[in-house]
């Protein structure tokens, strides 16, 4: 309502009741010259919360759309949605009441789509319009899976064709190149890339459906609110809330989830605390660096160890001999980054023992239990050692950005019992993928009847040879499948969320079964792409490709360690995903180390370390953040501000993997 009260007065004078119903809301009325709405009176709301305000009263909305939807209905049945049209105001309760409701949400643009993906709107009753949307917003409304998009023109039909395209011709390219020119039979090139595909989907695509199923479940139950506010409300310093949040938070959600979730999630929820939309996108893109190799259950590691034939477990160490360090120093360049060095000393304390807490569980978990569960653990004993440390000591002084005004949080918060029960489905999955990645645990697993099904891949198997200069002597190159459906951690996670459910009020197995077909269609696009990835990793291996690359770096001889984190850091500049590049690198960094005389163990692992300090650039990860803070466009902006971070960072990396390769091997396992 844009009028003043007194003005409203005079326009109220001599109208009709009907006609008065068309200025005011129903339940709105004028007493004393003061405005009431829902039986509030709106001067005593502007004198507590100030003005410019916009107040709605929600049994007034819910009524309103309850007589669209069925009044629509009423004639037309199913066969008609009504939506909200989000522009007319960006709330997320708004948005929320209308999927209670049973409305579709219209969005236009990118920051109306991430907003309400955010709020737990259900994306396949997501209708996106809009005049001449660009590609980027394209894109992540085909990969977010909306329900329908509305296509202005011939141009934006033809962006979504060239989308289209994006995700195969990579594979196709490689398929041609593979027959064309290394003289590769077709059979033997489809077996391939068939093989690398079905890995794709099991088991990493299973890890990533049952991962994102849990996290929807937590958003759509309402769980998942009342986390944020735990979190939130443990300090109001903008230092402390970033180590919360956008470093041990974010962590947890990349442990849990991945593929760009924990972005968003940190982004958006340090711009609600109070950030600019630069400097919560901005934090969150940095502070989300060490953790992104053990991603989404360990799945970027997972993925170096296969395509490169090494040992999972050793693999994993090396990377837990790595990034640990980098953990340490973390805390500290994000608090300089926001309030340089001086004020920074001001929560050394904080500093250290987020570091320290971080990287001594990253550390630990990834050399004694395996890739599966380093964020998880690392992120909880962050968390929790930084709520011992607030009971006995704060800062002296609480810093907020220049003019910004204190937190807007109200209230005492939720009790100890109810927050205890939303962080339940991560406390549960936690423990699961934690006895799921215990060897002996493992093993009585894969000891059950029908539980492993071992499968020489037909066509492929026994087909390809092994020569020199690759290895020393002649040796098959095997093409085994292995469908271990009870011990792969997807499965652990599927079961933890099944037990699970029970904790989340007002939400039974049939919302979960619900949300889980959801999280599929969500996926849809992402399953593909992993799985075509994969397929070409598969190819540029039994092809030969990959060992011809590392050939090539041979020539850079003894400093190729130097260079091995850097292939890793372009390889996710260039995909987006710690994943995708050690699915096509990892087979040429093992043929490269094995040339020039380097542990292949250490150069895969350090393409997947040198590859988490370069989501903070990846065009991927800049969209995301942008959208998760409703900043879409300024993506250069936000490039600029990392991308002098993402070079500092990846030094670093180079540097220790050089030393590790010589005078400090003895860190080696």
Known sequence: ?????????????????????????LTAEVKDDHLFIGGCDMVEIAKEFGTALYVFDQADLEARMDEYVQSFK?????????????KAFQNKAIVQLANEHGMCLDVSGGGELACALAAGFPAKRVVVH?????????????????????????IELGRISAIAVTYGPGLVGALLVAILVWKMPVGLAVNSVALGACFGLFPIVWIVITAVWVYNMTVESGEFE????????????????ALFIAFAFSCFIEGTAGFGTPVAIAAAMLVGLGFTPLWGAGIALIANTAPVAFGAIGVPLIVAAQVSGLDQMTVSAIAGR???????????????VMCGFKRSMEVLPAIIV?????????????NFHGPTLPDIGSAIATI?????????????????????APSNLEGQGYPLAVVLRAWAPYLVLAVFVFFWGLGSFKAILNGLPGTVFNISWPGLDGEVMKTAPIVQADAVYGAKFTFNWLSAGGTAILLSGLVSVPFMPKYGYGKAIACFMRTL???????LTIAMILGLAYLMNYSGMSSTLGLAFTHTGWLFPFFSPLLGWLGVFLTGSDTSSCALFGGMQKDTALAVGMRPELAVASNASGGVTAKMISPQSLSVANAATNNAGQEGKLFRFTIGHSIGMTLVLCVLAYLQAGPLSWMLP
């Open 130 to 154: 809009g005049n001449n949307k660009t590609p980027q917003e394209l894109r992540e409304a085909i990969e977010a899976g909306v329900g329908c998009i509305v296509v202005d023109s011939r």
């Open 226 to 241: 009342i986390i944020k506010d735990s979190l939130a409300r443990l300090t109001d310093d903008r230092r402390l809330q």
């Open 521 to 527: 269609k969500q996926l849809t696009f992402p399953i």
């Open 322 to 336: 790595q990034l640990p360090l980098l953990s340490l120093i973390v805390p500290l360049w994000v608090c300089v």
């Open 384 to 404: 929790v050692a930084l709520m011992l440390l607030l009971k006995v000591w704060q800062p002296k002084s609480i810093f907020r950005f220049e003019g910004e």
């Open 354 to 366: 987020a570091g320290v807490a971080f990287g001594g569980a990253q550390f630990l978990l990834a």
């Open 1 to 25: 309502m844009s009028l003043p009260v007194s003005d409203l007065n005079k326009k109220a004078d001599g109208l009709t009741t009907m006609e008065l119903g068309k200025v005011l809301p």
């Open 74 to 86: 009423k004639y037309y049945g199913d066969r008609v949605e009504v939506a909200y049209a989000s």
